[in-house]
């Protein structure tokens, strides 16, 4: 405290620029010709409970992020995950300590959305949770489902959805050494309001990601 | 008509037996050294909508099972596919017009549960699905998932782990020259009786397959 005071002005206000967290972090272009076996990443897919706490690289979290649910047809716009009745109803955020991100998949960038710290709403009871640097949330747009009425029905293809995008990061980190966990288990509440998600948007899933 | 009658009785009752469905399939050892990278099954991850009609090999049935939801670590007996509180609730279905199978992953098996042609009460209205040859369908027995005492928590977290399935299929598929196209739409109630499921079994997705 006494040596910051200490700096001149210009000196703190540069350090706080210096460690203010980005409003956008422009992903790295995905890099499709990563190695791994679909057959060996099925074969080594596991849930992990123990030995977060490693930042995944920027070369990772991009990669691993168009793994989940980017553009893999850019022509149409089309996304490596599926969805009901093309709905694209599933948003993809990364939550850290100094703020979420919501992912882009169109621009391929990360957008700041909020700088509260949602880990202990993620992790809640669960430690090992809580010492990841990151965890990925799923979140479903029931409004984006077309044709369907039945709120609970909704909320059914939702989880589907949020699933099928689960499994895309589930294999993407089996086939490059990090480690991942599935979960429900969260404050969804507090997690819905500090990602400041409208009425209809469902957190589903969270992930925390870490390497092996 | 006339020619089967002209049969003796013994030769009429040898083509019965050779036209009869069996009870028992027994899938080849997954071929765990498949080529197919990851990253270009996501590149390639689409849903077709034309040109089903092909029977799948047995070779591609056996290891889509196994991608799908088969063991992939025979000393714990755990999966390819995670499932809420490792409730392992996902059941995997293969319809055929003479019959339908259970997948069953720790013996990698097909056992027949009925006879009755279901393709029509998965396809409904989309002709493209009447024509496949088979279409796997993923049921969720909520009943497996303890700790939870909602029905419709019970449904999404089946429905969740319904698509991290066929995330899983779409992905095999997208490796191997198959086309599939992930499905919510069915006649639910035809289908649940056709398979014989018990109260708390929902089926959740059907996926038609076919070759490319």
């Excluded at 409003?23 to 123990?50: F, H, Q, V, W, Y």
């Excluded at 949770?129 to 039945?150: E, F, G, P």
Aim: proline share 4%.
């Amino acid at each position: 405290m006494k040596k910051e005071s200490s700096f001149p002005l210009f000196v703190t206000f540069a350090l706080k620029i210096k460690s203010g967290i980005m409003e956008i972090i422009n992903l790295l272009e995905p890099d499709e010709a990563r190695n791994g076996l679909l057959m060996d990443a099925l074969k080594n897919r596991k849930s992990t409970k123990e030995g977060y706490g490693e930042e995944i690289s920027l070369r990772d979290l991009s990669d691993l992020l168009w793994a989940a649910n980017g553009i893999n047809r850019p022509e149409t716009k089309d996304h490596t995950a599926p969805s009901a009745m093309h709905a694209c109803d599933v948003d993809v955020y990364v939550c850290k300590s100094e703020g979420n991100y919501l992912y882009d998949a169109i621009k391929h960038q990360l957008k700041l959305v909020s700088k509260v710290n949602l880990l202990p709403s993620l992790a809640m009871t669960q430690e090992y949770v809580a010492s990841a640097k990151q965890i990925v949330v799923l979140v479903s747009d029931n409004k984006r489902i077309q044709q369907i009425n039945d709120p609970s029905r909704l909320v059914i293809l939702g989880g589907i959805d949020a699933g099928i995008v689960a499994q895309n990061i589930n294999l993407f980190c089996a086939a490059n050494g990090l480690i991942v966990v599935t979960r429900g288990y969260m404050d969804s509440d507090a997690v819905a309001k500090g990602l400041n998600l409208e009425k209809g948007m469902h957190p589903m899933l969270n992930m925390p990601l870490g390497y092996r």
